[in-house]
């Protein structure tokens, strides 16, 4: 499904001069899934709106091994903090499914969240889930099993898209985003498939018992 720039949370209900205004300064984009969006370290001197498909930020731990920090389906806005305190991307953005994406320029995007209290307030609103969300990611690691994970990150992608869980990047892919080995994945999949909760396929996980799930995560 493609948006609409007015679809991002942070400029949903401007004026549409001010909509305007903003989208005059875009730069449209379309990536090839794989493809990377923006390197660690690059200049944040854009926001990256996500239009159509799903992305993911990533870093590289000491030993080379990619850790995921964060994935993100259309729409949402990326680098938001780097955007605003005028620094440098802390991630790797890059592609898991073919994507559509629009970028602003910082000037106008900070002027308006100065001249639109609004916005200010939908901005502060996306900052708070995202830090909210990255603790709930730190307690899940430290405190659950891989396949209590596995099936929190289903039942909560099962509630939010239906029954049907893509994996665009694969078991590897997964494992990435939630910190685990392909093989722990896999063995975590294969144990939900036993329990009547799943069905697994190549790329897709079909969601039979979502609420056998929730419960296998503790939500």
């Known amino acids: 499904m493609r948006y609409a720039l007015q679809d991002l949370p942070l400029l949903s209900g401007l004026p549409a001069e001010a909509l305007a205004e903003v989208s005059a300064s875009a730069r449209h984009r379309t990536y090839p899934a794989g493809q990377i969006l923006c390197t660690e370290g690059d200049p944040a ?26 994935v993100y389906g259309a729409p949402a806005g990326i680098g938001k903090v780097a955007l605003l305190d005028s620094g ?9 499914t073919a994507v559509e994406v629009c970028c602003l320029p910082r000037e106008p995007l900070l002027n308006l969240v100065t001249s639109h209290p609004d916005s200010a307030a939908r901005l502060l609103a996306t900052l708070a889930r995202m830090v909210r969300e990255r603790d709930r990611h730190r307690v899940d690691a430290a405190l659950l ?7 929190g990150w289903l039942a909560r992608r099962a509630e939010a898209g239906g029954d049907r ?21 896999n063995r975590a999949l ?13 790329g897709v996980v ?10 296998r995560a503790g939500l």
């Not at 001197?45 to 964060?70: K, M, N, P």
């Not at 440098?88 to 898991?96: I, L």
């Not at 694969?170 to 722990?184: D, P, V």
């Not at 079909?206 to 799930?213: S, Y």
């Open 45 to 70: 001197d854009h926001l990256i709106v996500l239009l159509a498909g799903e992305v993911a930020e990533s870093v590289c731990d000491v030993d080379g091994r990619e850790v995921v920090l964060a």
């Open 88 to 96: 440098t991307h802390p991630a790797t953005v890059t592609a898991r």
């Open 145 to 151: 099993s891989a396949p209590a994970r596995v099936a």
């Open 165 to 185: 869980v893509p994996l665009p990047a694969g078991q590897a892919g997964l494992g990435a985003e939630l910190g685990l080995s392909r093989i722990t994945v």
């Open 190 to 202: 294969q144990s939900l498939r036993a329990r009547g909760l799943i069905a697994v396929r190549p």
């Open 206 to 215: 079909r969601v039979l018992d979502r609420a056998g799930l929730a419960r």
